[in-house]
Antibody, heavy 120, light 111 residues
Framework: EVQLVESGGGLVQPGGSLRLSCAAS????????MHWVRQAPGKGLVWVSR????????TYADSVKGRFTISRDNAKNTLYLQMNSLRAEDTALYYC?????????????WGQGTLVTASS | SYELTQPPSVSVSPGQTASITCSGD??????VSWYQQKPGQSPVLVIY???????KRPSGIPERFSGSNSGNTATLTISGTQAVDEADYYC??????????FGTGTKVTVL
């Protein structure tokens, strides 16, 4: 059974940093592109970042480019999101999601999310 | 930047058909997927496209869910809507080699 379990969220002051983790199980982690998607309270889904299977290719939404870094440790089956220079508008529930094997890019499994609150 | 626009809300009577639109420039040239999200839960994939742009349902998704995509509009259709289908629905497309976009979301209410 595919499982994605996020952790690392919490309360942080604006300008601070936080690292999110997503522990994967039930599939060969290194073979899949992985994504982070966020959802501000009461708002819609927003794509954040993407990384390929071996970690050599990454992509970011303009709103987080230069502040967030996506990475992965395939030996630990874990995806990360390092978030620096956090802003109030980064407050959201952060989901990790697995990209399908197909070339048409959709998300076939999602974690339960971890909440990040950037507030003083 | 690329935008996908959905109606904020759709109301439907039980047993009737609900249609949720998703509009974007030349969306018919892109692969669109749809997600259902119930309160307090993670999104769930309900419709995706294969490389031939055939619309597919993941295992476990009822046959009453179907999709179409042409021109500037993709549509998620729920036939014979049930109370359990009440949720928020989001379309999604990969609009370039470097960016993913979700629609604005539609709240489906089964009256």
């Amino acid at each position: 059974e595919v499982q994605l379990v996020e952790s690392g969220g919490g309360l942080v002051q604006p300008g601070g940093s936080l690292r999110l983790s997503c522990a994967a199980s039930g599939f060969t982690f290194s073979l899949y592109w992985m994504h982070w998607v966020r959802q501000a309270p009461g708002k819609g889904l927003v794509w954040v970042s993407r990384i390929n299977g071996d970690g050599s290719s990454t992509t970011y939404a303009d709103s987080v480019k230069g502040r967030f870094t996506i990475s992965r440790d395939n030996a630990k089956n874990t995806l990360y999101l390092q978030m620096n220079s956090l802003r109030a508008e980064d407050t959201a529930l952060y989901y990790c999601a697995r990209e399908s094997e197909m070339a048409t890019i959709y998300f076939d499994y999602w974690g339960q999310g971890t909440l990040v609150t950037a507030s003083s | 930047s690329y935008e996908l626009t959905q109606p904020p809300s759709v109301s439907v009577s039980p047993g009737q058909t609900a249609s949720i639109t998703c509009s974007g420039d030349k969306l018919g040239d892109k692969y669109v997927s749809w997600y259902q999200q119930k309160p307090g839960q993670s999104p769930v994939l309900v419709i995706y496209e294969d490389i031939y742009q055939d619309k597919k349902r993941p295992s476990g998704i009822p046959e009453r869910f179907s999709g179409s995509n042409s021109g500037n509009t993709a549509t998620l259709t729920i036939s014979g809507t049930q109370a359990v289908d009440e949720a928020d629905y989001y379309c999604q497309a990969w609009v370039s080699s470097t960016a993913g976009v979700f629609g604005t979301g539609t709240k489906v209410t089964v009256l």
